[in-house]
């Protein structure tokens, strides 16, 4: 009786020791991105700007709030508007050719923090907020 009421025991303890890991994961998993929209709004609170480097006319249909434009074409001309070298920048397309184009280019002209954030649909899928014209 007493190895019967042990094992018993010990499938309990491994069936309650599943549940609580296969919740956590799920947890874990759910929580991500709101974990990275958080660091990111954190760095532009603190002063990192969210730059979108698509055309005006991609801007003004709809863009992420609170982010800026200056398109690729001005920052190929070396036109870099109000960024500065010594900001973190976080910089998005339509698609992450842009984007990547840009940081390309600027990282090269010394602005060292630049993240790419590929395209609006991927600060979207973070939940960050678009504004849509």
């Not at 003004?60 to 982010?67: D, K, L, N």
């Not at 001005?74 to 842009?98: A, F, T, V």
Request: glycine share 6%; charged share 15%; net charge negative.
């Amino acid at each position: 009786m007493k190895k019967f009421t042990l094992a018993l025991i010990a499938i309990t303890i491994i069936a309650v020791g599943f549940i609580v890991v296969s919740s956590n994961d799920t947890t874990d998993n759910n929580s991500t991105p709101n974990a990275e929209l958080t660091t990111i709004q954190n760095d532009l609170d603190a002063g990192a700007v969210l730059v979108d480097v698509r055309t005006p006319a991609e801007f003004a249909q709809s863009h992420a709030v609170s982010a800026i434009n200056v398109p690729l074409q001005n920052i190929q001309q070396g036109d870099y508007g109000s960024l500065q070298p010594d900001q973190k920048l976080y910089i998005y397309c339509r698609s992450g050719n842009r984007s990547a184009q840009a940081i390309s280019i600027l990282n090269q002209n010394g602005y060292n923090d630049t993240i790419d954030l590929v395209s609006l649909t991927q600060w979207q899928s973070l939940g960050g907020d678009v504004t849509s014209n």
